[in-house]
């Protein structure tokens, strides 16, 4: 299954100009099975994201990009935003505590404050396909995921319909729910594609 890791809507990031309606209109029309949607440092009410799953009969999950002094961190399988979250170590600690995963959104673009040199201290892997960088960009995030617990996740981090799609996340299993999507990423039974 082909899923979206990494996507933005107006509803909750302003820089986005897509609904979720044109968000799964354009993910069907590009072949994919899913989409996730991550919001700067905001989640989804899990009761919307159901609504808008059923209403275009189509899987659509939730995660978050939080935003923190070393970069940008997708997470998946939390059920609350917490501004805490904007330090590192308190995400850290968060994530850990409710059993969700971190991810190193974009790793090669740099913040006020360069991220761990072992970054498998932190977080789970990294993002090695975003649509919105270069090769040279996704190679060095690569090159980052070998020695971390997970491999690299994919995500098109769209803000636009003709960005959806370009990098997702293929999975191996059956993902249908937060709870197989969750389990399939722990277990590493994926890998990033540009599509
Ligand atoms: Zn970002
Ligand atoms: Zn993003």
Redesign the pocket.
Known sequence: MLIDL?CHTKVMSPCSALTPDALVRAAIARGLDGVCITE?DALWPAAEIARVADEMQFLVLRGM?V?TEV??VLVFGMDYHDPAMAVLSELQRIVRGEGALMFL??PS?RYGTLPPDDLSFVFDSVEVQ?GTEGMLQNDNAAGLARGLRLPGIGGS?AHSVREVGICATEFSGSVTDEASFVAALRAGEYRARRV
């Open positions: 990494h700067h990009e935003t970069g940008h959104a974009h673009r975003n981090d």
